[in-house]
T-cell receptor, first 112, second 117 residues
Framework: GESVGLHLPTLSVQEGDNSIINCAYS??????FIWYKQESGKGPQFIID?????DKRQGQRVTVLLNKTVKHLSLQIAATQPGDSAVYFC???????????FGTGTSLTVIP | DTGVSQNPRHKITKRGQNVTFRCDPI?????LYWYRQTLGQGPEFLTY????????KSRLLSDRFSAERPKGSFSTLEIQRTEQGDSAMYLC???????????????FGPGTRLLVL
């Protein structure tokens, strides 16, 4: 399953399928990006990050892709599990300070 | 547990009362951040400390809000004369930043959920 972030804030996938969550960022000067996972009632949990000198980074079951030309970031989750159900946020550091700017988030629901 | 901790986890108060929240960052982290998150939205930056110095403040941080980090370790966020619009999750994050270096990963605490009646 695939979402386009702000336009499709909810994504439902079958357990075992791959998930793709998309994020469009706004500032071409942004140089550091983080994907966070947030479960209900909890703080955001770091998943994976990428700097602007890279276009792909892989973690355990997760891959982040960065396309600076179109200012687009995606999070791919392989073999999605029920425990992956959460809201996923992309956060960008705009290189103008230390704060991160968060997108609206995408709610991922994994159907067993 | 060596992560970021926040207390209390929940706070219910009446409009007009003052509230104070505490954040204990990861021990070796010199940078500490406060964010606010309302339902269905991503966290919004409020303020940032490097050691004990408050270096950035958002326009969201009205004069009723004050944050301190007196010894460069834990931080407090106080809201005076609370309003119903202050109801939100208040998140603290910390990172290890090197002078003149790149921004590093921010790790979040569990948040303090505030409800103003």
């Amino acid at each position: 399953g695939e979402s386009v972030g702000l336009h499709l804030p909810t994504l439902s996938v079958q357990e075992g399928d791959n998930s793709i969550i998309n994020c469009a960022y706004s500032n071409s000067a942004s140089d550091y990006f983080i994907w966070y996972k947030q479960e209900s009632g909890k703080g955001p949990q770091f998943i994976i990050d990428i700097r602007s000198n890279m276009d792909k980074r892989q973690g355990q079951r997760v891959t982040v892709l960065l396309n600076k030309t179109v200012k687009h970031l995606s999070l791919q989750i392989a073999a999605t599990q029920p425990g992956d159900s959460a809201v996923y946020f992309c956060a960008e550091n705009r290189n103008t300070g230390n704060q991160f700017y968060f997108g609206t988030g995408t709610s991922l629901t994994v159907i067993p | 547990d060596t992560g970021v901790s926040q207390n209390p986890r929940h706070k219910i108060t009446k409009r007009g009362q003052n509230v104070t929240f505490r954040c204990d960052p990861i021990s070796e982290h010199n940078r500490l951040y406060w964010y606010r998150q309302t339902l269905g939205q991503g966290p919004e930056f409020l303020t940032y400390f490097q050691n004990e110095a408050q270096l950035e403040k958002s326009r969201l941080l009205s004069d009723r809000f004050s944050a301190e980090r007196p010894k460069g370790s834990f931080s407090t966020l106080e809201i005076q004369r609370t309003e119903q619009g202050d109801s939100a999750m208040y998140l603290c994050a910390s990172s290890l930043g090197l002078a003149g270096g790149q921004e590093e990963t921010q790790y979040f605490g569990p948040g303090t959920r505030l409800l103003v009646l």
